[in-house]
T-cell receptor, first 110, second 114 residues
């Protein structure tokens, strides 16, 4: 069974601070996605990374796929209250289903 | 355009009852997925359709769970003899490509089994 572990599980920081969320696995993935989920809603795709070592930027968010395609990180610069939510990583490994991580619940305090 | 829709948004039922959860994917999306999300956890894969056929149902927990997609669009997840452990949010997602990993999720159906 493929497992994706995210850390930290919970994170509460002040507005304006920087943070990094980690997604780790012992399995290799063809691609990895990051989603954000608000209460009462489904996950919304933020980014897909495919190549080992790939870095993608989405405004204040920077996503990196590990060289071995087993891990990923999400870095947020100057966090804002609107960044609050549940962040999920999800890996795909040649078949169509996604294996989701355990999630990081992020709270940005104004 | 319209996103993935799921009905009902909430369903409360009693232990032992039968329930049906409906998913309307984005128009034209050939792939459809069902996931289950328990409180405080990430979604867990249940079943995947490509067109009308179930391409992978390895995530269905037991034979009380069944899903159909008869015309390759709308899908129904059916749960027989519900148990309290079935309580969760059931998420549906669709994708436009055969091997795309980019899935678009609906808001989910919150199922509560009393």
């Amino acid at each position: 069974t493929q497992l994706l572990e995210q850390s930290p599980q919970f994170l509460s920081i002040q507005e304006g601070e920087n943070l990094t969320v980690y997604c780790n696995s012992s399995s290799v993935f063809s691609s990895l996605q990051w989603y954000r989920q608000e209460p009462g809603e489904g996950p919304v795709l933020l980014v897909t990374v495919v190549t080992g070592g790939e870095v993608k930027k989405l405004k204040r968010l920077t996503f990196q796929f590990g060289d071995a395609r087993k891990d990923s990180s999400l870095h947020i610069t100057a966090a804002q209250p609107g960044d609050t939510g549940l962040y999920l990583c999800a890996g795909a490994s040649g078949n169509e289903k996604l294996t989701f991580g355990t999630g990081t619940r992020l709270t940005i305090i104004p | 355009g319209a996103g993935v829709s799921q009905t009902p948004s909430n369903k409360v039922t009693e232990k032992g009852k039968y329930v049906e959860l409906r998913c309307d994917p984005i128009s034209g999306h050939t792939a459809l997925y069902w996931y289950r999300q328990s409180l405080g956890q990430g979604p867990e894969f249940l079943i995947y359709f490509q067109g009308t056929g179930a391409a992978d149902d390895s995530g269905l927990p037991n034979d009380r769970f069944f899903a159909v997609r008869p015309e390759g669009s709308v899908s129904t997840l059916k749960i027989q003899r519900t148990e309290r452990g079935d309580s969760a949010v059931y998420l549906c997602a669709s994708s436009p490509y055969r091997t795309s990993y980019e899935q678009f999720f609906g808001p989910g159906t919150r199922l509560t089994v009393l």
